[in-house]
């Protein structure tokens, strides 16, 4: 990928400033970390969070008492053992303590403080406050992430959002509220500053998937940005309508979970994978899609990670646990063991030689539970897989309406036949006929939370 230089009419050796040439400095070092050994890097990880518990005892109300009881003294490193003492926070504890979690005082070289809103997905919103570093770190595995899958920015990039909406000329703005596409001519992200890019197509996610589909057919991208579920309405669309578009190389994915049929799905109708991460809008990004595998790697540089079973205790590789986080440079509100609400399963060590530690996969939101009538919750365990073998299916939202319903609300681009209603039927058997009486329903549409995420689990009686 060609580089961006800050001074102009110059051929080589490129020059960059500023926040392009902070990302760069950072990713020569995460070239060299990337490929310690889990010990290499877990000791300069706990080096890190020695540095961190210091500024959140000293300066966090929360932590004043905590981290004592848990062991750590100041000026004394942060180790395993004291770290395993530190409790457990949970959404909803960053909720309620509020203002006990903000830092009485931040160091200045971190930078301006911003808010982050959460939790539209887990039904309990959360504000955390970030500064610049952290601005810097989310930045820098966004960075990564084009480094490890992309080796061509020069072609045109169109985007299925609304991200930079605001961002547009008053004339562009005013086409783009009105549902054409806008085309820039280069990236207007941070990418667009570090490297020589192609244009940028933008267009909302809120737009009908026709038009989505011609606007792709007009521009032609060789990349495309997009959420899981609308790329599934869009796959599913050229499929019905017999459409090609071989332009496309790079399919990247923000939120949600992309499965094995999607991603099946995807290098049938445009002939490419597609490229995910694990972000958190309080946290940043989490994992990253390893280059060589559909496996994710932790971003150790920036998150401390641990998956825990049921009794607290770490997980194995092979084993589903709780995902605890902890953002390393989080001055301004420390999350130490934040609990995000999330199931992931510990990989075990990644053919790539990479010692970034590995989730095979991400499970869901925590929050999916059916109530029974007993009062016991059980985790919702829905073979969404096999219901993606219906290609009439396009979205899906399971709904426990009462303790005896649960409904399958879908959203079908033609009516099922006897025989694929039958499977979703027998699917939804499976998982909750021994607790709840089921129903299928059908929609036009199903309802997106407010950032624009299609939750496929709510319970109405929790
Ligand atoms: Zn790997």
Redesign the pocket.
């Known amino acids: 990928m060609k580089l961006k230089s800050a001074v102009e009419n110059l051929a080589w050796p490129v020059v960059q400033t500023g926040r392009p040439a902070e990302l760069m400095a950072l990713q020569r070092q995460f070239e060299v970390s990337q490929w310690w050994p889990q010990e290499q890097l877990c000791q300069a990880q706990f080096t890190q969070l020695s540095a961190l518990a210091e500024h959140a005892a000293k300066n966090v109300p929360y932590y004043y008492n905590s981290l004592r009881k848990a062991g750590f003294r100041s000026g004394k490193p942060m180790n395993e053992e004291i770290w395993r003492r530190i409790p457990i926070l949970t959404r909803a504890q960053v909720r309620d303590l509020g203002d006990k979690l903000h830092a009485k005082t931040i160091p200045h070289s971190f930078g301006k403080t911003g808010v982050a809103t959460t939790g539209g997905s887990t039904g309990i919103p959360v504000r955390v406050i970030k500064t610049s570093v952290d601005s810097l770190m989310w930045e820098s595995s966004y960075v990564r992430e084009l480094l490890w899958h992309c080796n061509d920015l020069s072609g045109t990039i169109v985007n299925f959002n609304d991200m930079i909406a605001g961002k547009l000329l008053p004339h562009q703005r005013t086409a783009h509220d009105h549902g054409d596409g806008v085309i820039l001519p280069n990236l207007q992200t941070l990418a667009g500053a570090i490297w020589n890019t192609g244009a940028l197509g933008l267009m909302s996610y809120r737009q009908p998937v026709q038009k989505q589909a011609e606007f792709l057919l007009k521009v032609k991208p060789k990349h495309l940005g997009i959420r899981p579920t609308d790329l599934r309405l869009l796959l599913s669309y050229f499929r019905d309508h017999q459409l090609r578009l071989d332009s496309i190389s790079y399919v990247w994915t923000l939120s949600e979970i992309v499965d094995e049929s999607l991603r099946g799905l995807c290098r049938t109708i445009f002939g490419c994978d597609i490229v995910h991460n694990y972000t958190a809008a309080e946290i940043g990004y989490i994992a990253l899609q ?4 559909h ?1 994710f ?1 932790v971003m150790g540089e920036t998150q401390y990670v641990e998956i825990l079973n049921d009794k607290g205790d770490p997980c194995l590789p092979g084993e589903i646990g709780r995902v605890i986080v902890t953002p390393l440079h989080n001055y301004a509100m420390p999350l130490l063991r934040y609990e995000i609400g999330d199931e992931a399963e510990l990989g075990t060590a ?5 010692g ?1 530690p ?1 989730l095979k996969r991400i499970v869901g939101r925590l929050e999916n539970y059916i109530l029974l009538k007993s009062g016991e919750r059980r985790r919702v365990e829905f073979y969404h897989y096999k219901l993606a073998t219906v290609e009439a299916i396009l979205e899906f939202q399971l709904v426990q309406k009462t303790l005896d319903l649960i409904v399958l609300q879908l959203v079908v681009s033609r009516p099922l036949t006897s025989e694929e209603l039958n499977l979703a039927k027998g699917i939804m058997s499976y998982a909750f006929g021994q607790y709840l009486a089921i129903d299928v329903t059908f929609h036009e549409s199903l309802p997106r939370t407010s950032s624009g995420k299609l939750r496929n689990f709510i319970s109405e009686v929790l």
Do not use: T
Not at 290 to 293: A, T
């Open positions: 390893c280059p060589s595998s496996e790697h990644c053919a790539c030689g990479r970034l590995v």
